[in-house]
């Protein structure tokens, strides 16, 4: 047993790895603001033993009282409405934010892990990504304050590693879905099923041939744990290699849900990426991880999840 800090954890993601954390015996401290995170998300923990929340901005302040052996950083804007719309917020998170988050694990002695993303690749010209990759982004445009603010987490969390000998953990996550994640999140798994399931024309950016790699997010909090548990300090990929188009993943999306949503196409927004897959050899054999669940299986889960709170 372990007392393990996440913050975000009222997020979609992290509150999924709240609940795991919980389920293999660990005590969880959640931290949130609330920003994007909602305490929804936690009504399946709340009241458990073991478990508390923690109202706090981490870019202010990351107060925990009593013993901690883990660290997990989630707290952010993760889809590109929430971030462009706090591009300042994001940017605080991840370098203050980040900053308090390692002292806080400095302090106790306790294992730190970085949620990193498959964005600090950028618009990748190197397919599919490796973690040797150093990526292509641009530094000054609309989706920088999210890529950057990841790119800067990543190189303090390792200036802590050199530096104090913390040991750290930094995890690269690729296009997570699932239950709890917002109706109104402006990614395009839950774009696609919410249109789809209010009958809405579903909305494609550009052609629809840009490609992305899904994970599902039962799949996603496994691989984390799994480098979480282990002696790897990262960057580790994990998502999903399956790589699919737009156009594909509509099709899919009308499939399980049953819809006649007509597909209409607008322009692609600046410096969108044309392609995204991981490499997950690291994962498969450093951690012994690889996904289990197939996109259909998943979009299924989260159709059902999205007709029971619309």
């Avoid at 293999?24 to 009504?43: E, F, K, P, S, W």
């Avoid at 988050?101 to 498959?118: E, I, K, N, P, Y």
């Avoid at 498969?284 to 197939?294: C, D, F, I, Q």
Wanted: hydrophobic share 40%; with cysteine.
């Amino acid at each position: 047993m372990a007392r393990v800090v996440v913050t975000g954890g009222a997020g979609f993601l992290g509150s999924h790895l709240v609940t795991h954390l919980l389920d293999r015996g660990d005590d969880v401290v959640a931290v949130d603001n609330l920003c994007t995170g909602r305490r929804v998300n936690l009504d399946g923990v709340a009241g458990r033993p073991g478990f508390e929340f923690v109202e706090q901005d981490v870019s202010l302040a990351l107060p925990v009282d009593g013993p901690v052996d883990a660290v997990l950083h989630f707290a952010s804007p993760a889809s590109p409405p929430a971030y462009l719309a706090l591009p300042i917020e994001t940017l605080l998170v991840g370098s203050d934010g980040t900053r308090h988050a390692l002292d806080l694990a400095r302090a106790h002695g306790a294992r730190f892990l970085l949620a990193s993303t498959s964005e600090v690749y950028g618009d990748p010209l190197v397919h599919p990504q490796t973690e040797d990759y150093w990526g292509h982004v641009n530094p000054n445009g609309p989706r920088s304050v999210y890529d950057e603010a990841k790119r800067f987490g990543e190189a303090i969390t390792m200036a802590y590693h050199r530096t104090y000998g913390l040991a750290v953990r930094i995890v690269r996550i690729f296009n997570t879905y699932g239950p709890r994640m917002r109706a109104d999140d402006g990614r395009v798994v839950t774009n696609f099923l919410v249109q789809a399931l209010r009958g809405d024309p579903i909305t494609i950016y550009g052609d629809g041939t840009q490609t992305r790699s899904f994970c599902y997010v039962d799949d996603e909090v496994r691989g984390i744990l799994a480098l979480l548990d282990s002696e790897e300090i990262g960057p580790v990929n994990i998502g999903n290699p399956g790589e699919f188009t737009m156009l594909e993943l509509a099709e899919r999306v009308l499939e399980v849900t049953g819809s006649s949503s007509e597909l209409v196409f607008e322009a692609l927004p600046v410096d969108d990426p044309r392609q995204r897959r991981p490499d997950i050899t690291l994962a498969r054999e450093r951690l012994g991880w690889k996904p289990e669940v197939e996109l259909g299986e998943g979009l299924q889960r989260t159709a059902d999840h999205f007709r029971g709170t619309l």
